[in-house]
């Protein structure tokens, strides 16, 4: 009689397979016990030039290259990627800009055609699902847009609105710059606000309910292996525009592994969103804090110059002025509704008569100045010799030279 295989054999073989199991969910990148979402999706197999590595291995920084912008006069290929709810309007786009090629992802429609892995990260599960799916099929420039034409967080010098944002972004700047965020105001966002180096006491959660979600284990969930930054400032508020070039230096595994963490995150849906809205900079230039020059961003980003940041912040306490004066004016009108409303006098005293009739006269005197600043403002940023003027100027040729050489 032949005798079995000795014990100690199957032992040895699902100790192997266990190994393997263990090696899958901990080293192939993006692998585990969700099952990952494919939408078409390209995924390169060659390794952008900006890594040094592991991909995942967040302590090591990317090597982001300055673009190069195509010859004068040249067009530049785009996309706007845009999520949307059905409730939400899209109609200005067709009327505004019926040439612009869109990429709409109803996040609440089942048999949409652009879809995502789960309605959750608000846009981020969108912007970063475009991203994975289109990797090796983007355009010169990606933009990164809400549905909405008019919102607070749109640019005040273009109306607040949206459709001439797009109409007027220099496509030529996002490809020198990578990376664009395409509001150029400061507040809220710059140049000090999300805060990992204080207790939770210190922080300021009228203005920024967000921060309190911003804790050192949750950077370390997204970005394993960096360091902890003391603070983490751009502007706000998810509209960005980024070159092609840039979108490839970030590794697709980079891109794959912060989805993953929008789908597994425990967070409340409204604020694992807007974790994102203040890292998309840091994503895509590896600065902690990036907040550029306000009129160099009018300026160069959408052609309206003031002629330096002096008289861009002349402009604007010119505008402060303005609407200081207006919330006089205000109150009298307010007055005078409330009164027509119970068919009553107002009661207006002679003085604040005079004083109504002033304001009314220094405010139509005042648009009509600071209607004329932004018209001049705007033709001489038909001047590239003018817009050139207040374009950043720096040269990055040396900026690894404090690496190690040889890696």
């Known amino acids: 009689m032949l005798s079995g295989p000795p ?25 585990s016990s969700i099952p990952a979402w494919k939408s078409g999706a390209l995924t390169s197999s060659t390794p952008p030039a900006s890594l040094r590595g592991d991909p995942l291995d967040f302590g090591i920084p990317l090597r982001f290259t300055d673009g190069q912008a195509k010859p004068p006069g040249s067009n530049y290929t785009f996309k ?16 505004e800009i019926p040439d612009a090629p869109l990429v709409i992802y109803e996040v609440d429609k089942a048999d949409a055609e652009h879809k995502i892995p789960k309605n959750k990260g608000r846009e981020a599960m969108v912007y970063l699902s475009y991203i994975i799916d289109h990797y090796d099929d983007l355009p010169d420039t990606t933009i990164f847009m809400h549905a909405h034409r008019h919102a607070w967080h749109n640019n005040m010098l273009l109306g607040l609105d949206a459709a001439q944002m797009i109409k007027r972004l220099n496509h030529e700047r996002v490809a020198r710059l990578g990376y664009m965020n395409v509001r150029c105001h400061h507040d809220p966002g710059c140049p000090d606000w999300i805060h990992m180096d204080r207790p ?6 009228y203005h920024k309910p967000e921060e309190i979600y911003w804790r050192r284990a949750i ?13 983490i400032s751009g502007i706000c508020c998810a509209q960005f525009a980024v070159s092609r070039q840039r979108i490839r ?3 697709i595994e980079r891109f794959i592994h912060y989805r993953k963490w929008l789908l597994t995150t425990g967070m409340d849906d409204q604020f694992s969103g807007r974790v994102f809205e203040y890292i998309w900079h840091y994503i895509f230039t590896g600065h902690e804090v990036l907040c550029p020059a306000m009129n160099t961003c009018y300026c160069d980003g959408y052609g309206i110059c003031f002629g330096g940041r002096q008289k861009f912040d002349d402009y604007f306490a010119k505008q402060d002025e303005r609407n200081k004066q207006n919330e006089m004016l205000d109150a009298y009108n307010k007055r005078e509704e409330e009164a027509k409303k119970e068919n009553k006098d107002p009661g207006f005293n002679q003085t604040e008569i005079e004083d109504r009739d002033k304001l ?6 005042m648009d009509v100045e600071m209607d004329k600043l932004r018209e001049e403002a705007k033709k001489r940023g038909d001047d590239p010799k003018a817009r050139k003027e207040e374009t950043e100027t720096w040269d990055s040729s040396h900026i690894w030279d404090y690496a190690p050489h040889g890696d």
């Open 7 to 31: 014990r100690i054999v199957p032992f040895v073989v699902i100790f192997l397979v266990l190994c393997l199991v263990w090696w899958y969910l901990h080293i192939v990148p993006g692998a």
């Open 80 to 95: 706007i990627v845009i999520p949307k709810t059905e409730k939400e309007d899209i109609g200005w786009m067709a009327e």
């Open 200 to 205: 939770g006491g210190d922080f300021d959660f």
């Open 219 to 231: 950077w370390e969930e997204i970005h394993p292996g960096a360091s902890i930054p003391p603070s």
């Open 249 to 251: 230096e970030v590794p």
């Open 360 to 365: 009314r006269r220094t405010i139509g005197s």
